[in-house]
């Protein structure tokens, strides 16, 4: 069992920054891949960017250049540095965990994040 609670969101302008935070708790098994995904009013749920255990990183083409994601191991968090923001960004962010080799996956509960002038 897994618990994901994340933080950070908030309301910034365009070109504006945020830093938002996943803290996982339970049976954190490795090697995982954790991951940020986000969804609009309206719109399907869609993957932003994800960590595998070992380093290697993946991000969406819309977030390239600008996004980082990165985790602390000893610490079970895993952290979604957001720079150069855009409106189109605005979305509810979710923290998503998943055990290679096991049939499962974990969801936060999600942050809002808004870019607006």
């Known amino acids: 069992q897994v618990e994901l609670v994340e933080s950070g969101g908030g309301s910034v302008q365009p070109g504006g920054s945020l830093r938002l935070s996943c803290e996982a708790s339970?049976?954190?098994?490795?090697?995982?891949?954790m991951g940020w995904y986000r969804q609009a009013p309206g719109e399907q749920r869609e993957l932003v960017a994800v960590?595998?255990?070992?380093?290697?990183?993946k991000y969406a083409d819309s977030v390239t250049g600008r996004f980082t994601i990165s985790g602390d191991n000893a610490e079970n968090t895993v952290y979604l540095q957001m720079t150069s923001l855009k409106p189109e960004d605005t979305a509810v962010y979710y923290c998503?965990?998943?055990?290679?080799?096991?049939?499962?996956?974990?969801w936060g509960q999600g942050t809002q994040v808004t870019v607006s002038s």
């Open positions: 998503h965990f998943r055990p290679l080799y096991k049939g499962y996956e974990y």
């Open positions: 960590l595998f255990t070992g380093g290697v990183k």
């Open positions: 339970g049976s954190i098994f490795s090697p995982n891949v």
